[in-house]
């Protein structure tokens, strides 16, 4: 059993509860055997996975599903209201609920205000996980990789939410996992970078060996350092690829954006209709 799993065990209180009427060694009993069916087939811990819509996140939900150890019940987005898109990566609305649909799971988002402070996200984060503990769900999952302060910050606002944080694919090598994820067919495209670390003609092309190749000294391949943000529009993740073209490119708040756009418009009424579903 990995370590993370081990966390996301019934909190004792909950067992006592359900076992008040029994002798407190019959309890125990029920206890351990609740333990070690936790992750033989059934009452596996359920979790959120907070989704950005990119490859990280994308990649994080496929390896929770092969390790089976948890159950995945949703995806967790933050949503601009103002310009109904994710924030940072600026992916719209209709194609974030098309991935949910093909991932097969209910869409969790969070309007957040535009502009938004600090003090209005952690009220609205907080809302949402308050939301998810009365719903049973154990834990939240996070595609980080290496950025301590990132992860200690998950760690401190999910403290007292009765959530535990949980970080599948923390200390990979982001070399050997970039080229995890293209053996595997996930394919990502550059929607958002900073020019101060990568040039602005990289923005709206897809990930690829050849493209990495391309990339200045220094630059994490899977970006982790904020140097550039994805939209995944297929991998082993989905039931079937989000058909997509690219749209304009700009440069706002100091980031190049790159939009991703439907790939026709009979696509676009078929991300419409997916979107109405999802509602």
Same mark, same amino acid.
């Given at each position: 059993?990995?370590?993370?799993?081990?966390?996301?065990?019934?909190?004792?209180?909950?067992? *006592?509860?359900?076992?008040? &009427?029994?002798?407190?060694? *019959? $309890?125990?009993?029920?206890?351990? &055997?609740?333990?070690?069916?936790?992750?033989?087939?059934?009452?596996?811990?359920?979790?959120?996975?907070?989704?950005?819509?990119? *490859?990280?996140? $994308?990649?994080?939900?496929?390896?929770?599903?092969?390790?089976?150890?948890?159950?995945?019940?949703?995806?967790?987005?933050?949503?601009?209201?103002?310009?109904?898109?994710?924030?940072?990566?600026?992916?719209?609305?209709?194609?974030?609920?098309?991935?949910?649909?093909?991932?097969?799971?209910?869409?969790?988002?969070?309007?957040?205000?535009?502009?938004?402070?600090?003090?209005?996200?952690?009220?609205?984060?907080?809302?949402?996980? $308050?939301?998810?503990?009365?719903?049973?769900?154990?834990?939240?999952?996070?595609?980080?990789?290496?950025?301590?302060?990132?992860?200690?910050?998950?760690?401190?606002?999910?403290?007292?939410?009765?959530? =535990?944080?949980?970080?599948?694919?923390?200390?990979?090598?982001? &070399? *050997?996992?970039?080229?995890?994820?293209?053996?595997?067919?996930?394919?990502?495209?550059?929607?958002?970078?900073?020019?101060?670390?990568?040039?602005?003609?990289? $923005?709206?092309?897809?990930?690829?060996?050849?493209?990495?190749?391309?990339?200045?000294?220094?630059?994490?391949?899977?970006?982790?350092?904020?140097?550039?943000?994805?939209?995944?529009?297929?991998?082993?993740?989905?039931?079937?690829?989000?058909?997509?073209?690219?749209?304009?490119?700009?440069?706002?708040?100091?980031?190049?954006?790159?939009?991703?756009?439907?790939?026709?418009?009979?696509? =676009?009424?078929?991300?419409?209709?997916?979107? =109405?579903?999802?509602?």
């Amino acid at each position: 059993m990995c370590p993370f799993a081990v966390k996301l065990l019934i909190p004792w209180l909950k067992i *006592k509860k359900i076992c008040r &009427k029994v002798s407190q060694k *019959k $309890a125990t009993g029920i206890a351990k &055997k609740i333990r070690r069916s936790q992750f033989g087939g059934y009452l596996k811990p359920k979790v959120l996975l907070s989704w950005s819509s990119g *490859k990280d996140s $994308a990649w994080t939900l496929h390896v929770l599903r092969q390790k089976n150890e948890v159950e995945v019940v949703g995806l967790l987005t933050t949503m601009n209201e103002q310009f109904q898109r994710v924030a940072m990566h600026g992916t719209r609305r209709d194609l974030v609920r098309a991935q949910a649909r093909a991932a097969a799971l209910p869409l969790w988002e969070i309007p957040l205000p535009w502009p938004c402070s600090n003090e209005e996200y952690e009220l609205a984060m907080g809302r949402a996980c $308050a939301q998810a503990e009365q719903q049973g769900i154990a834990g939240m999952a996070f595609g980080d990789l290496f950025l301590e302060d990132v992860r200690k910050y998950r760690e401190d606002r999910l403290k007292g939410t009765g959530l =535990q944080p949980i970080f599948p694919v923390w200390g990979e090598d982001t &070399k *050997k996992l970039i080229e995890e994820m293209l053996n595997a067919g996930l394919r990502a495209r550059i929607v958002c970078l900073d020019p101060k670390r990568l040039p602005e003609h990289f $923005a709206g092309q897809d990930i690829s060996r050849e493209l990495l190749a391309q990339f200045p000294p220094g630059i994490d391949p899977c970006g982790e350092n904020g140097e550039f943000h994805t939209f995944v529009y297929t991998g082993p993740m989905f039931s079937a690829a989000i058909p997509i073209q690219s749209g304009v490119v700009v440069t706002r708040d100091s980031f190049v954006f790159a939009d991703v756009v439907p790939s026709t418009r009979e696509d =676009q009424n078929q991300l419409s209709q997916l979107s =109405q579903a999802l509602a």
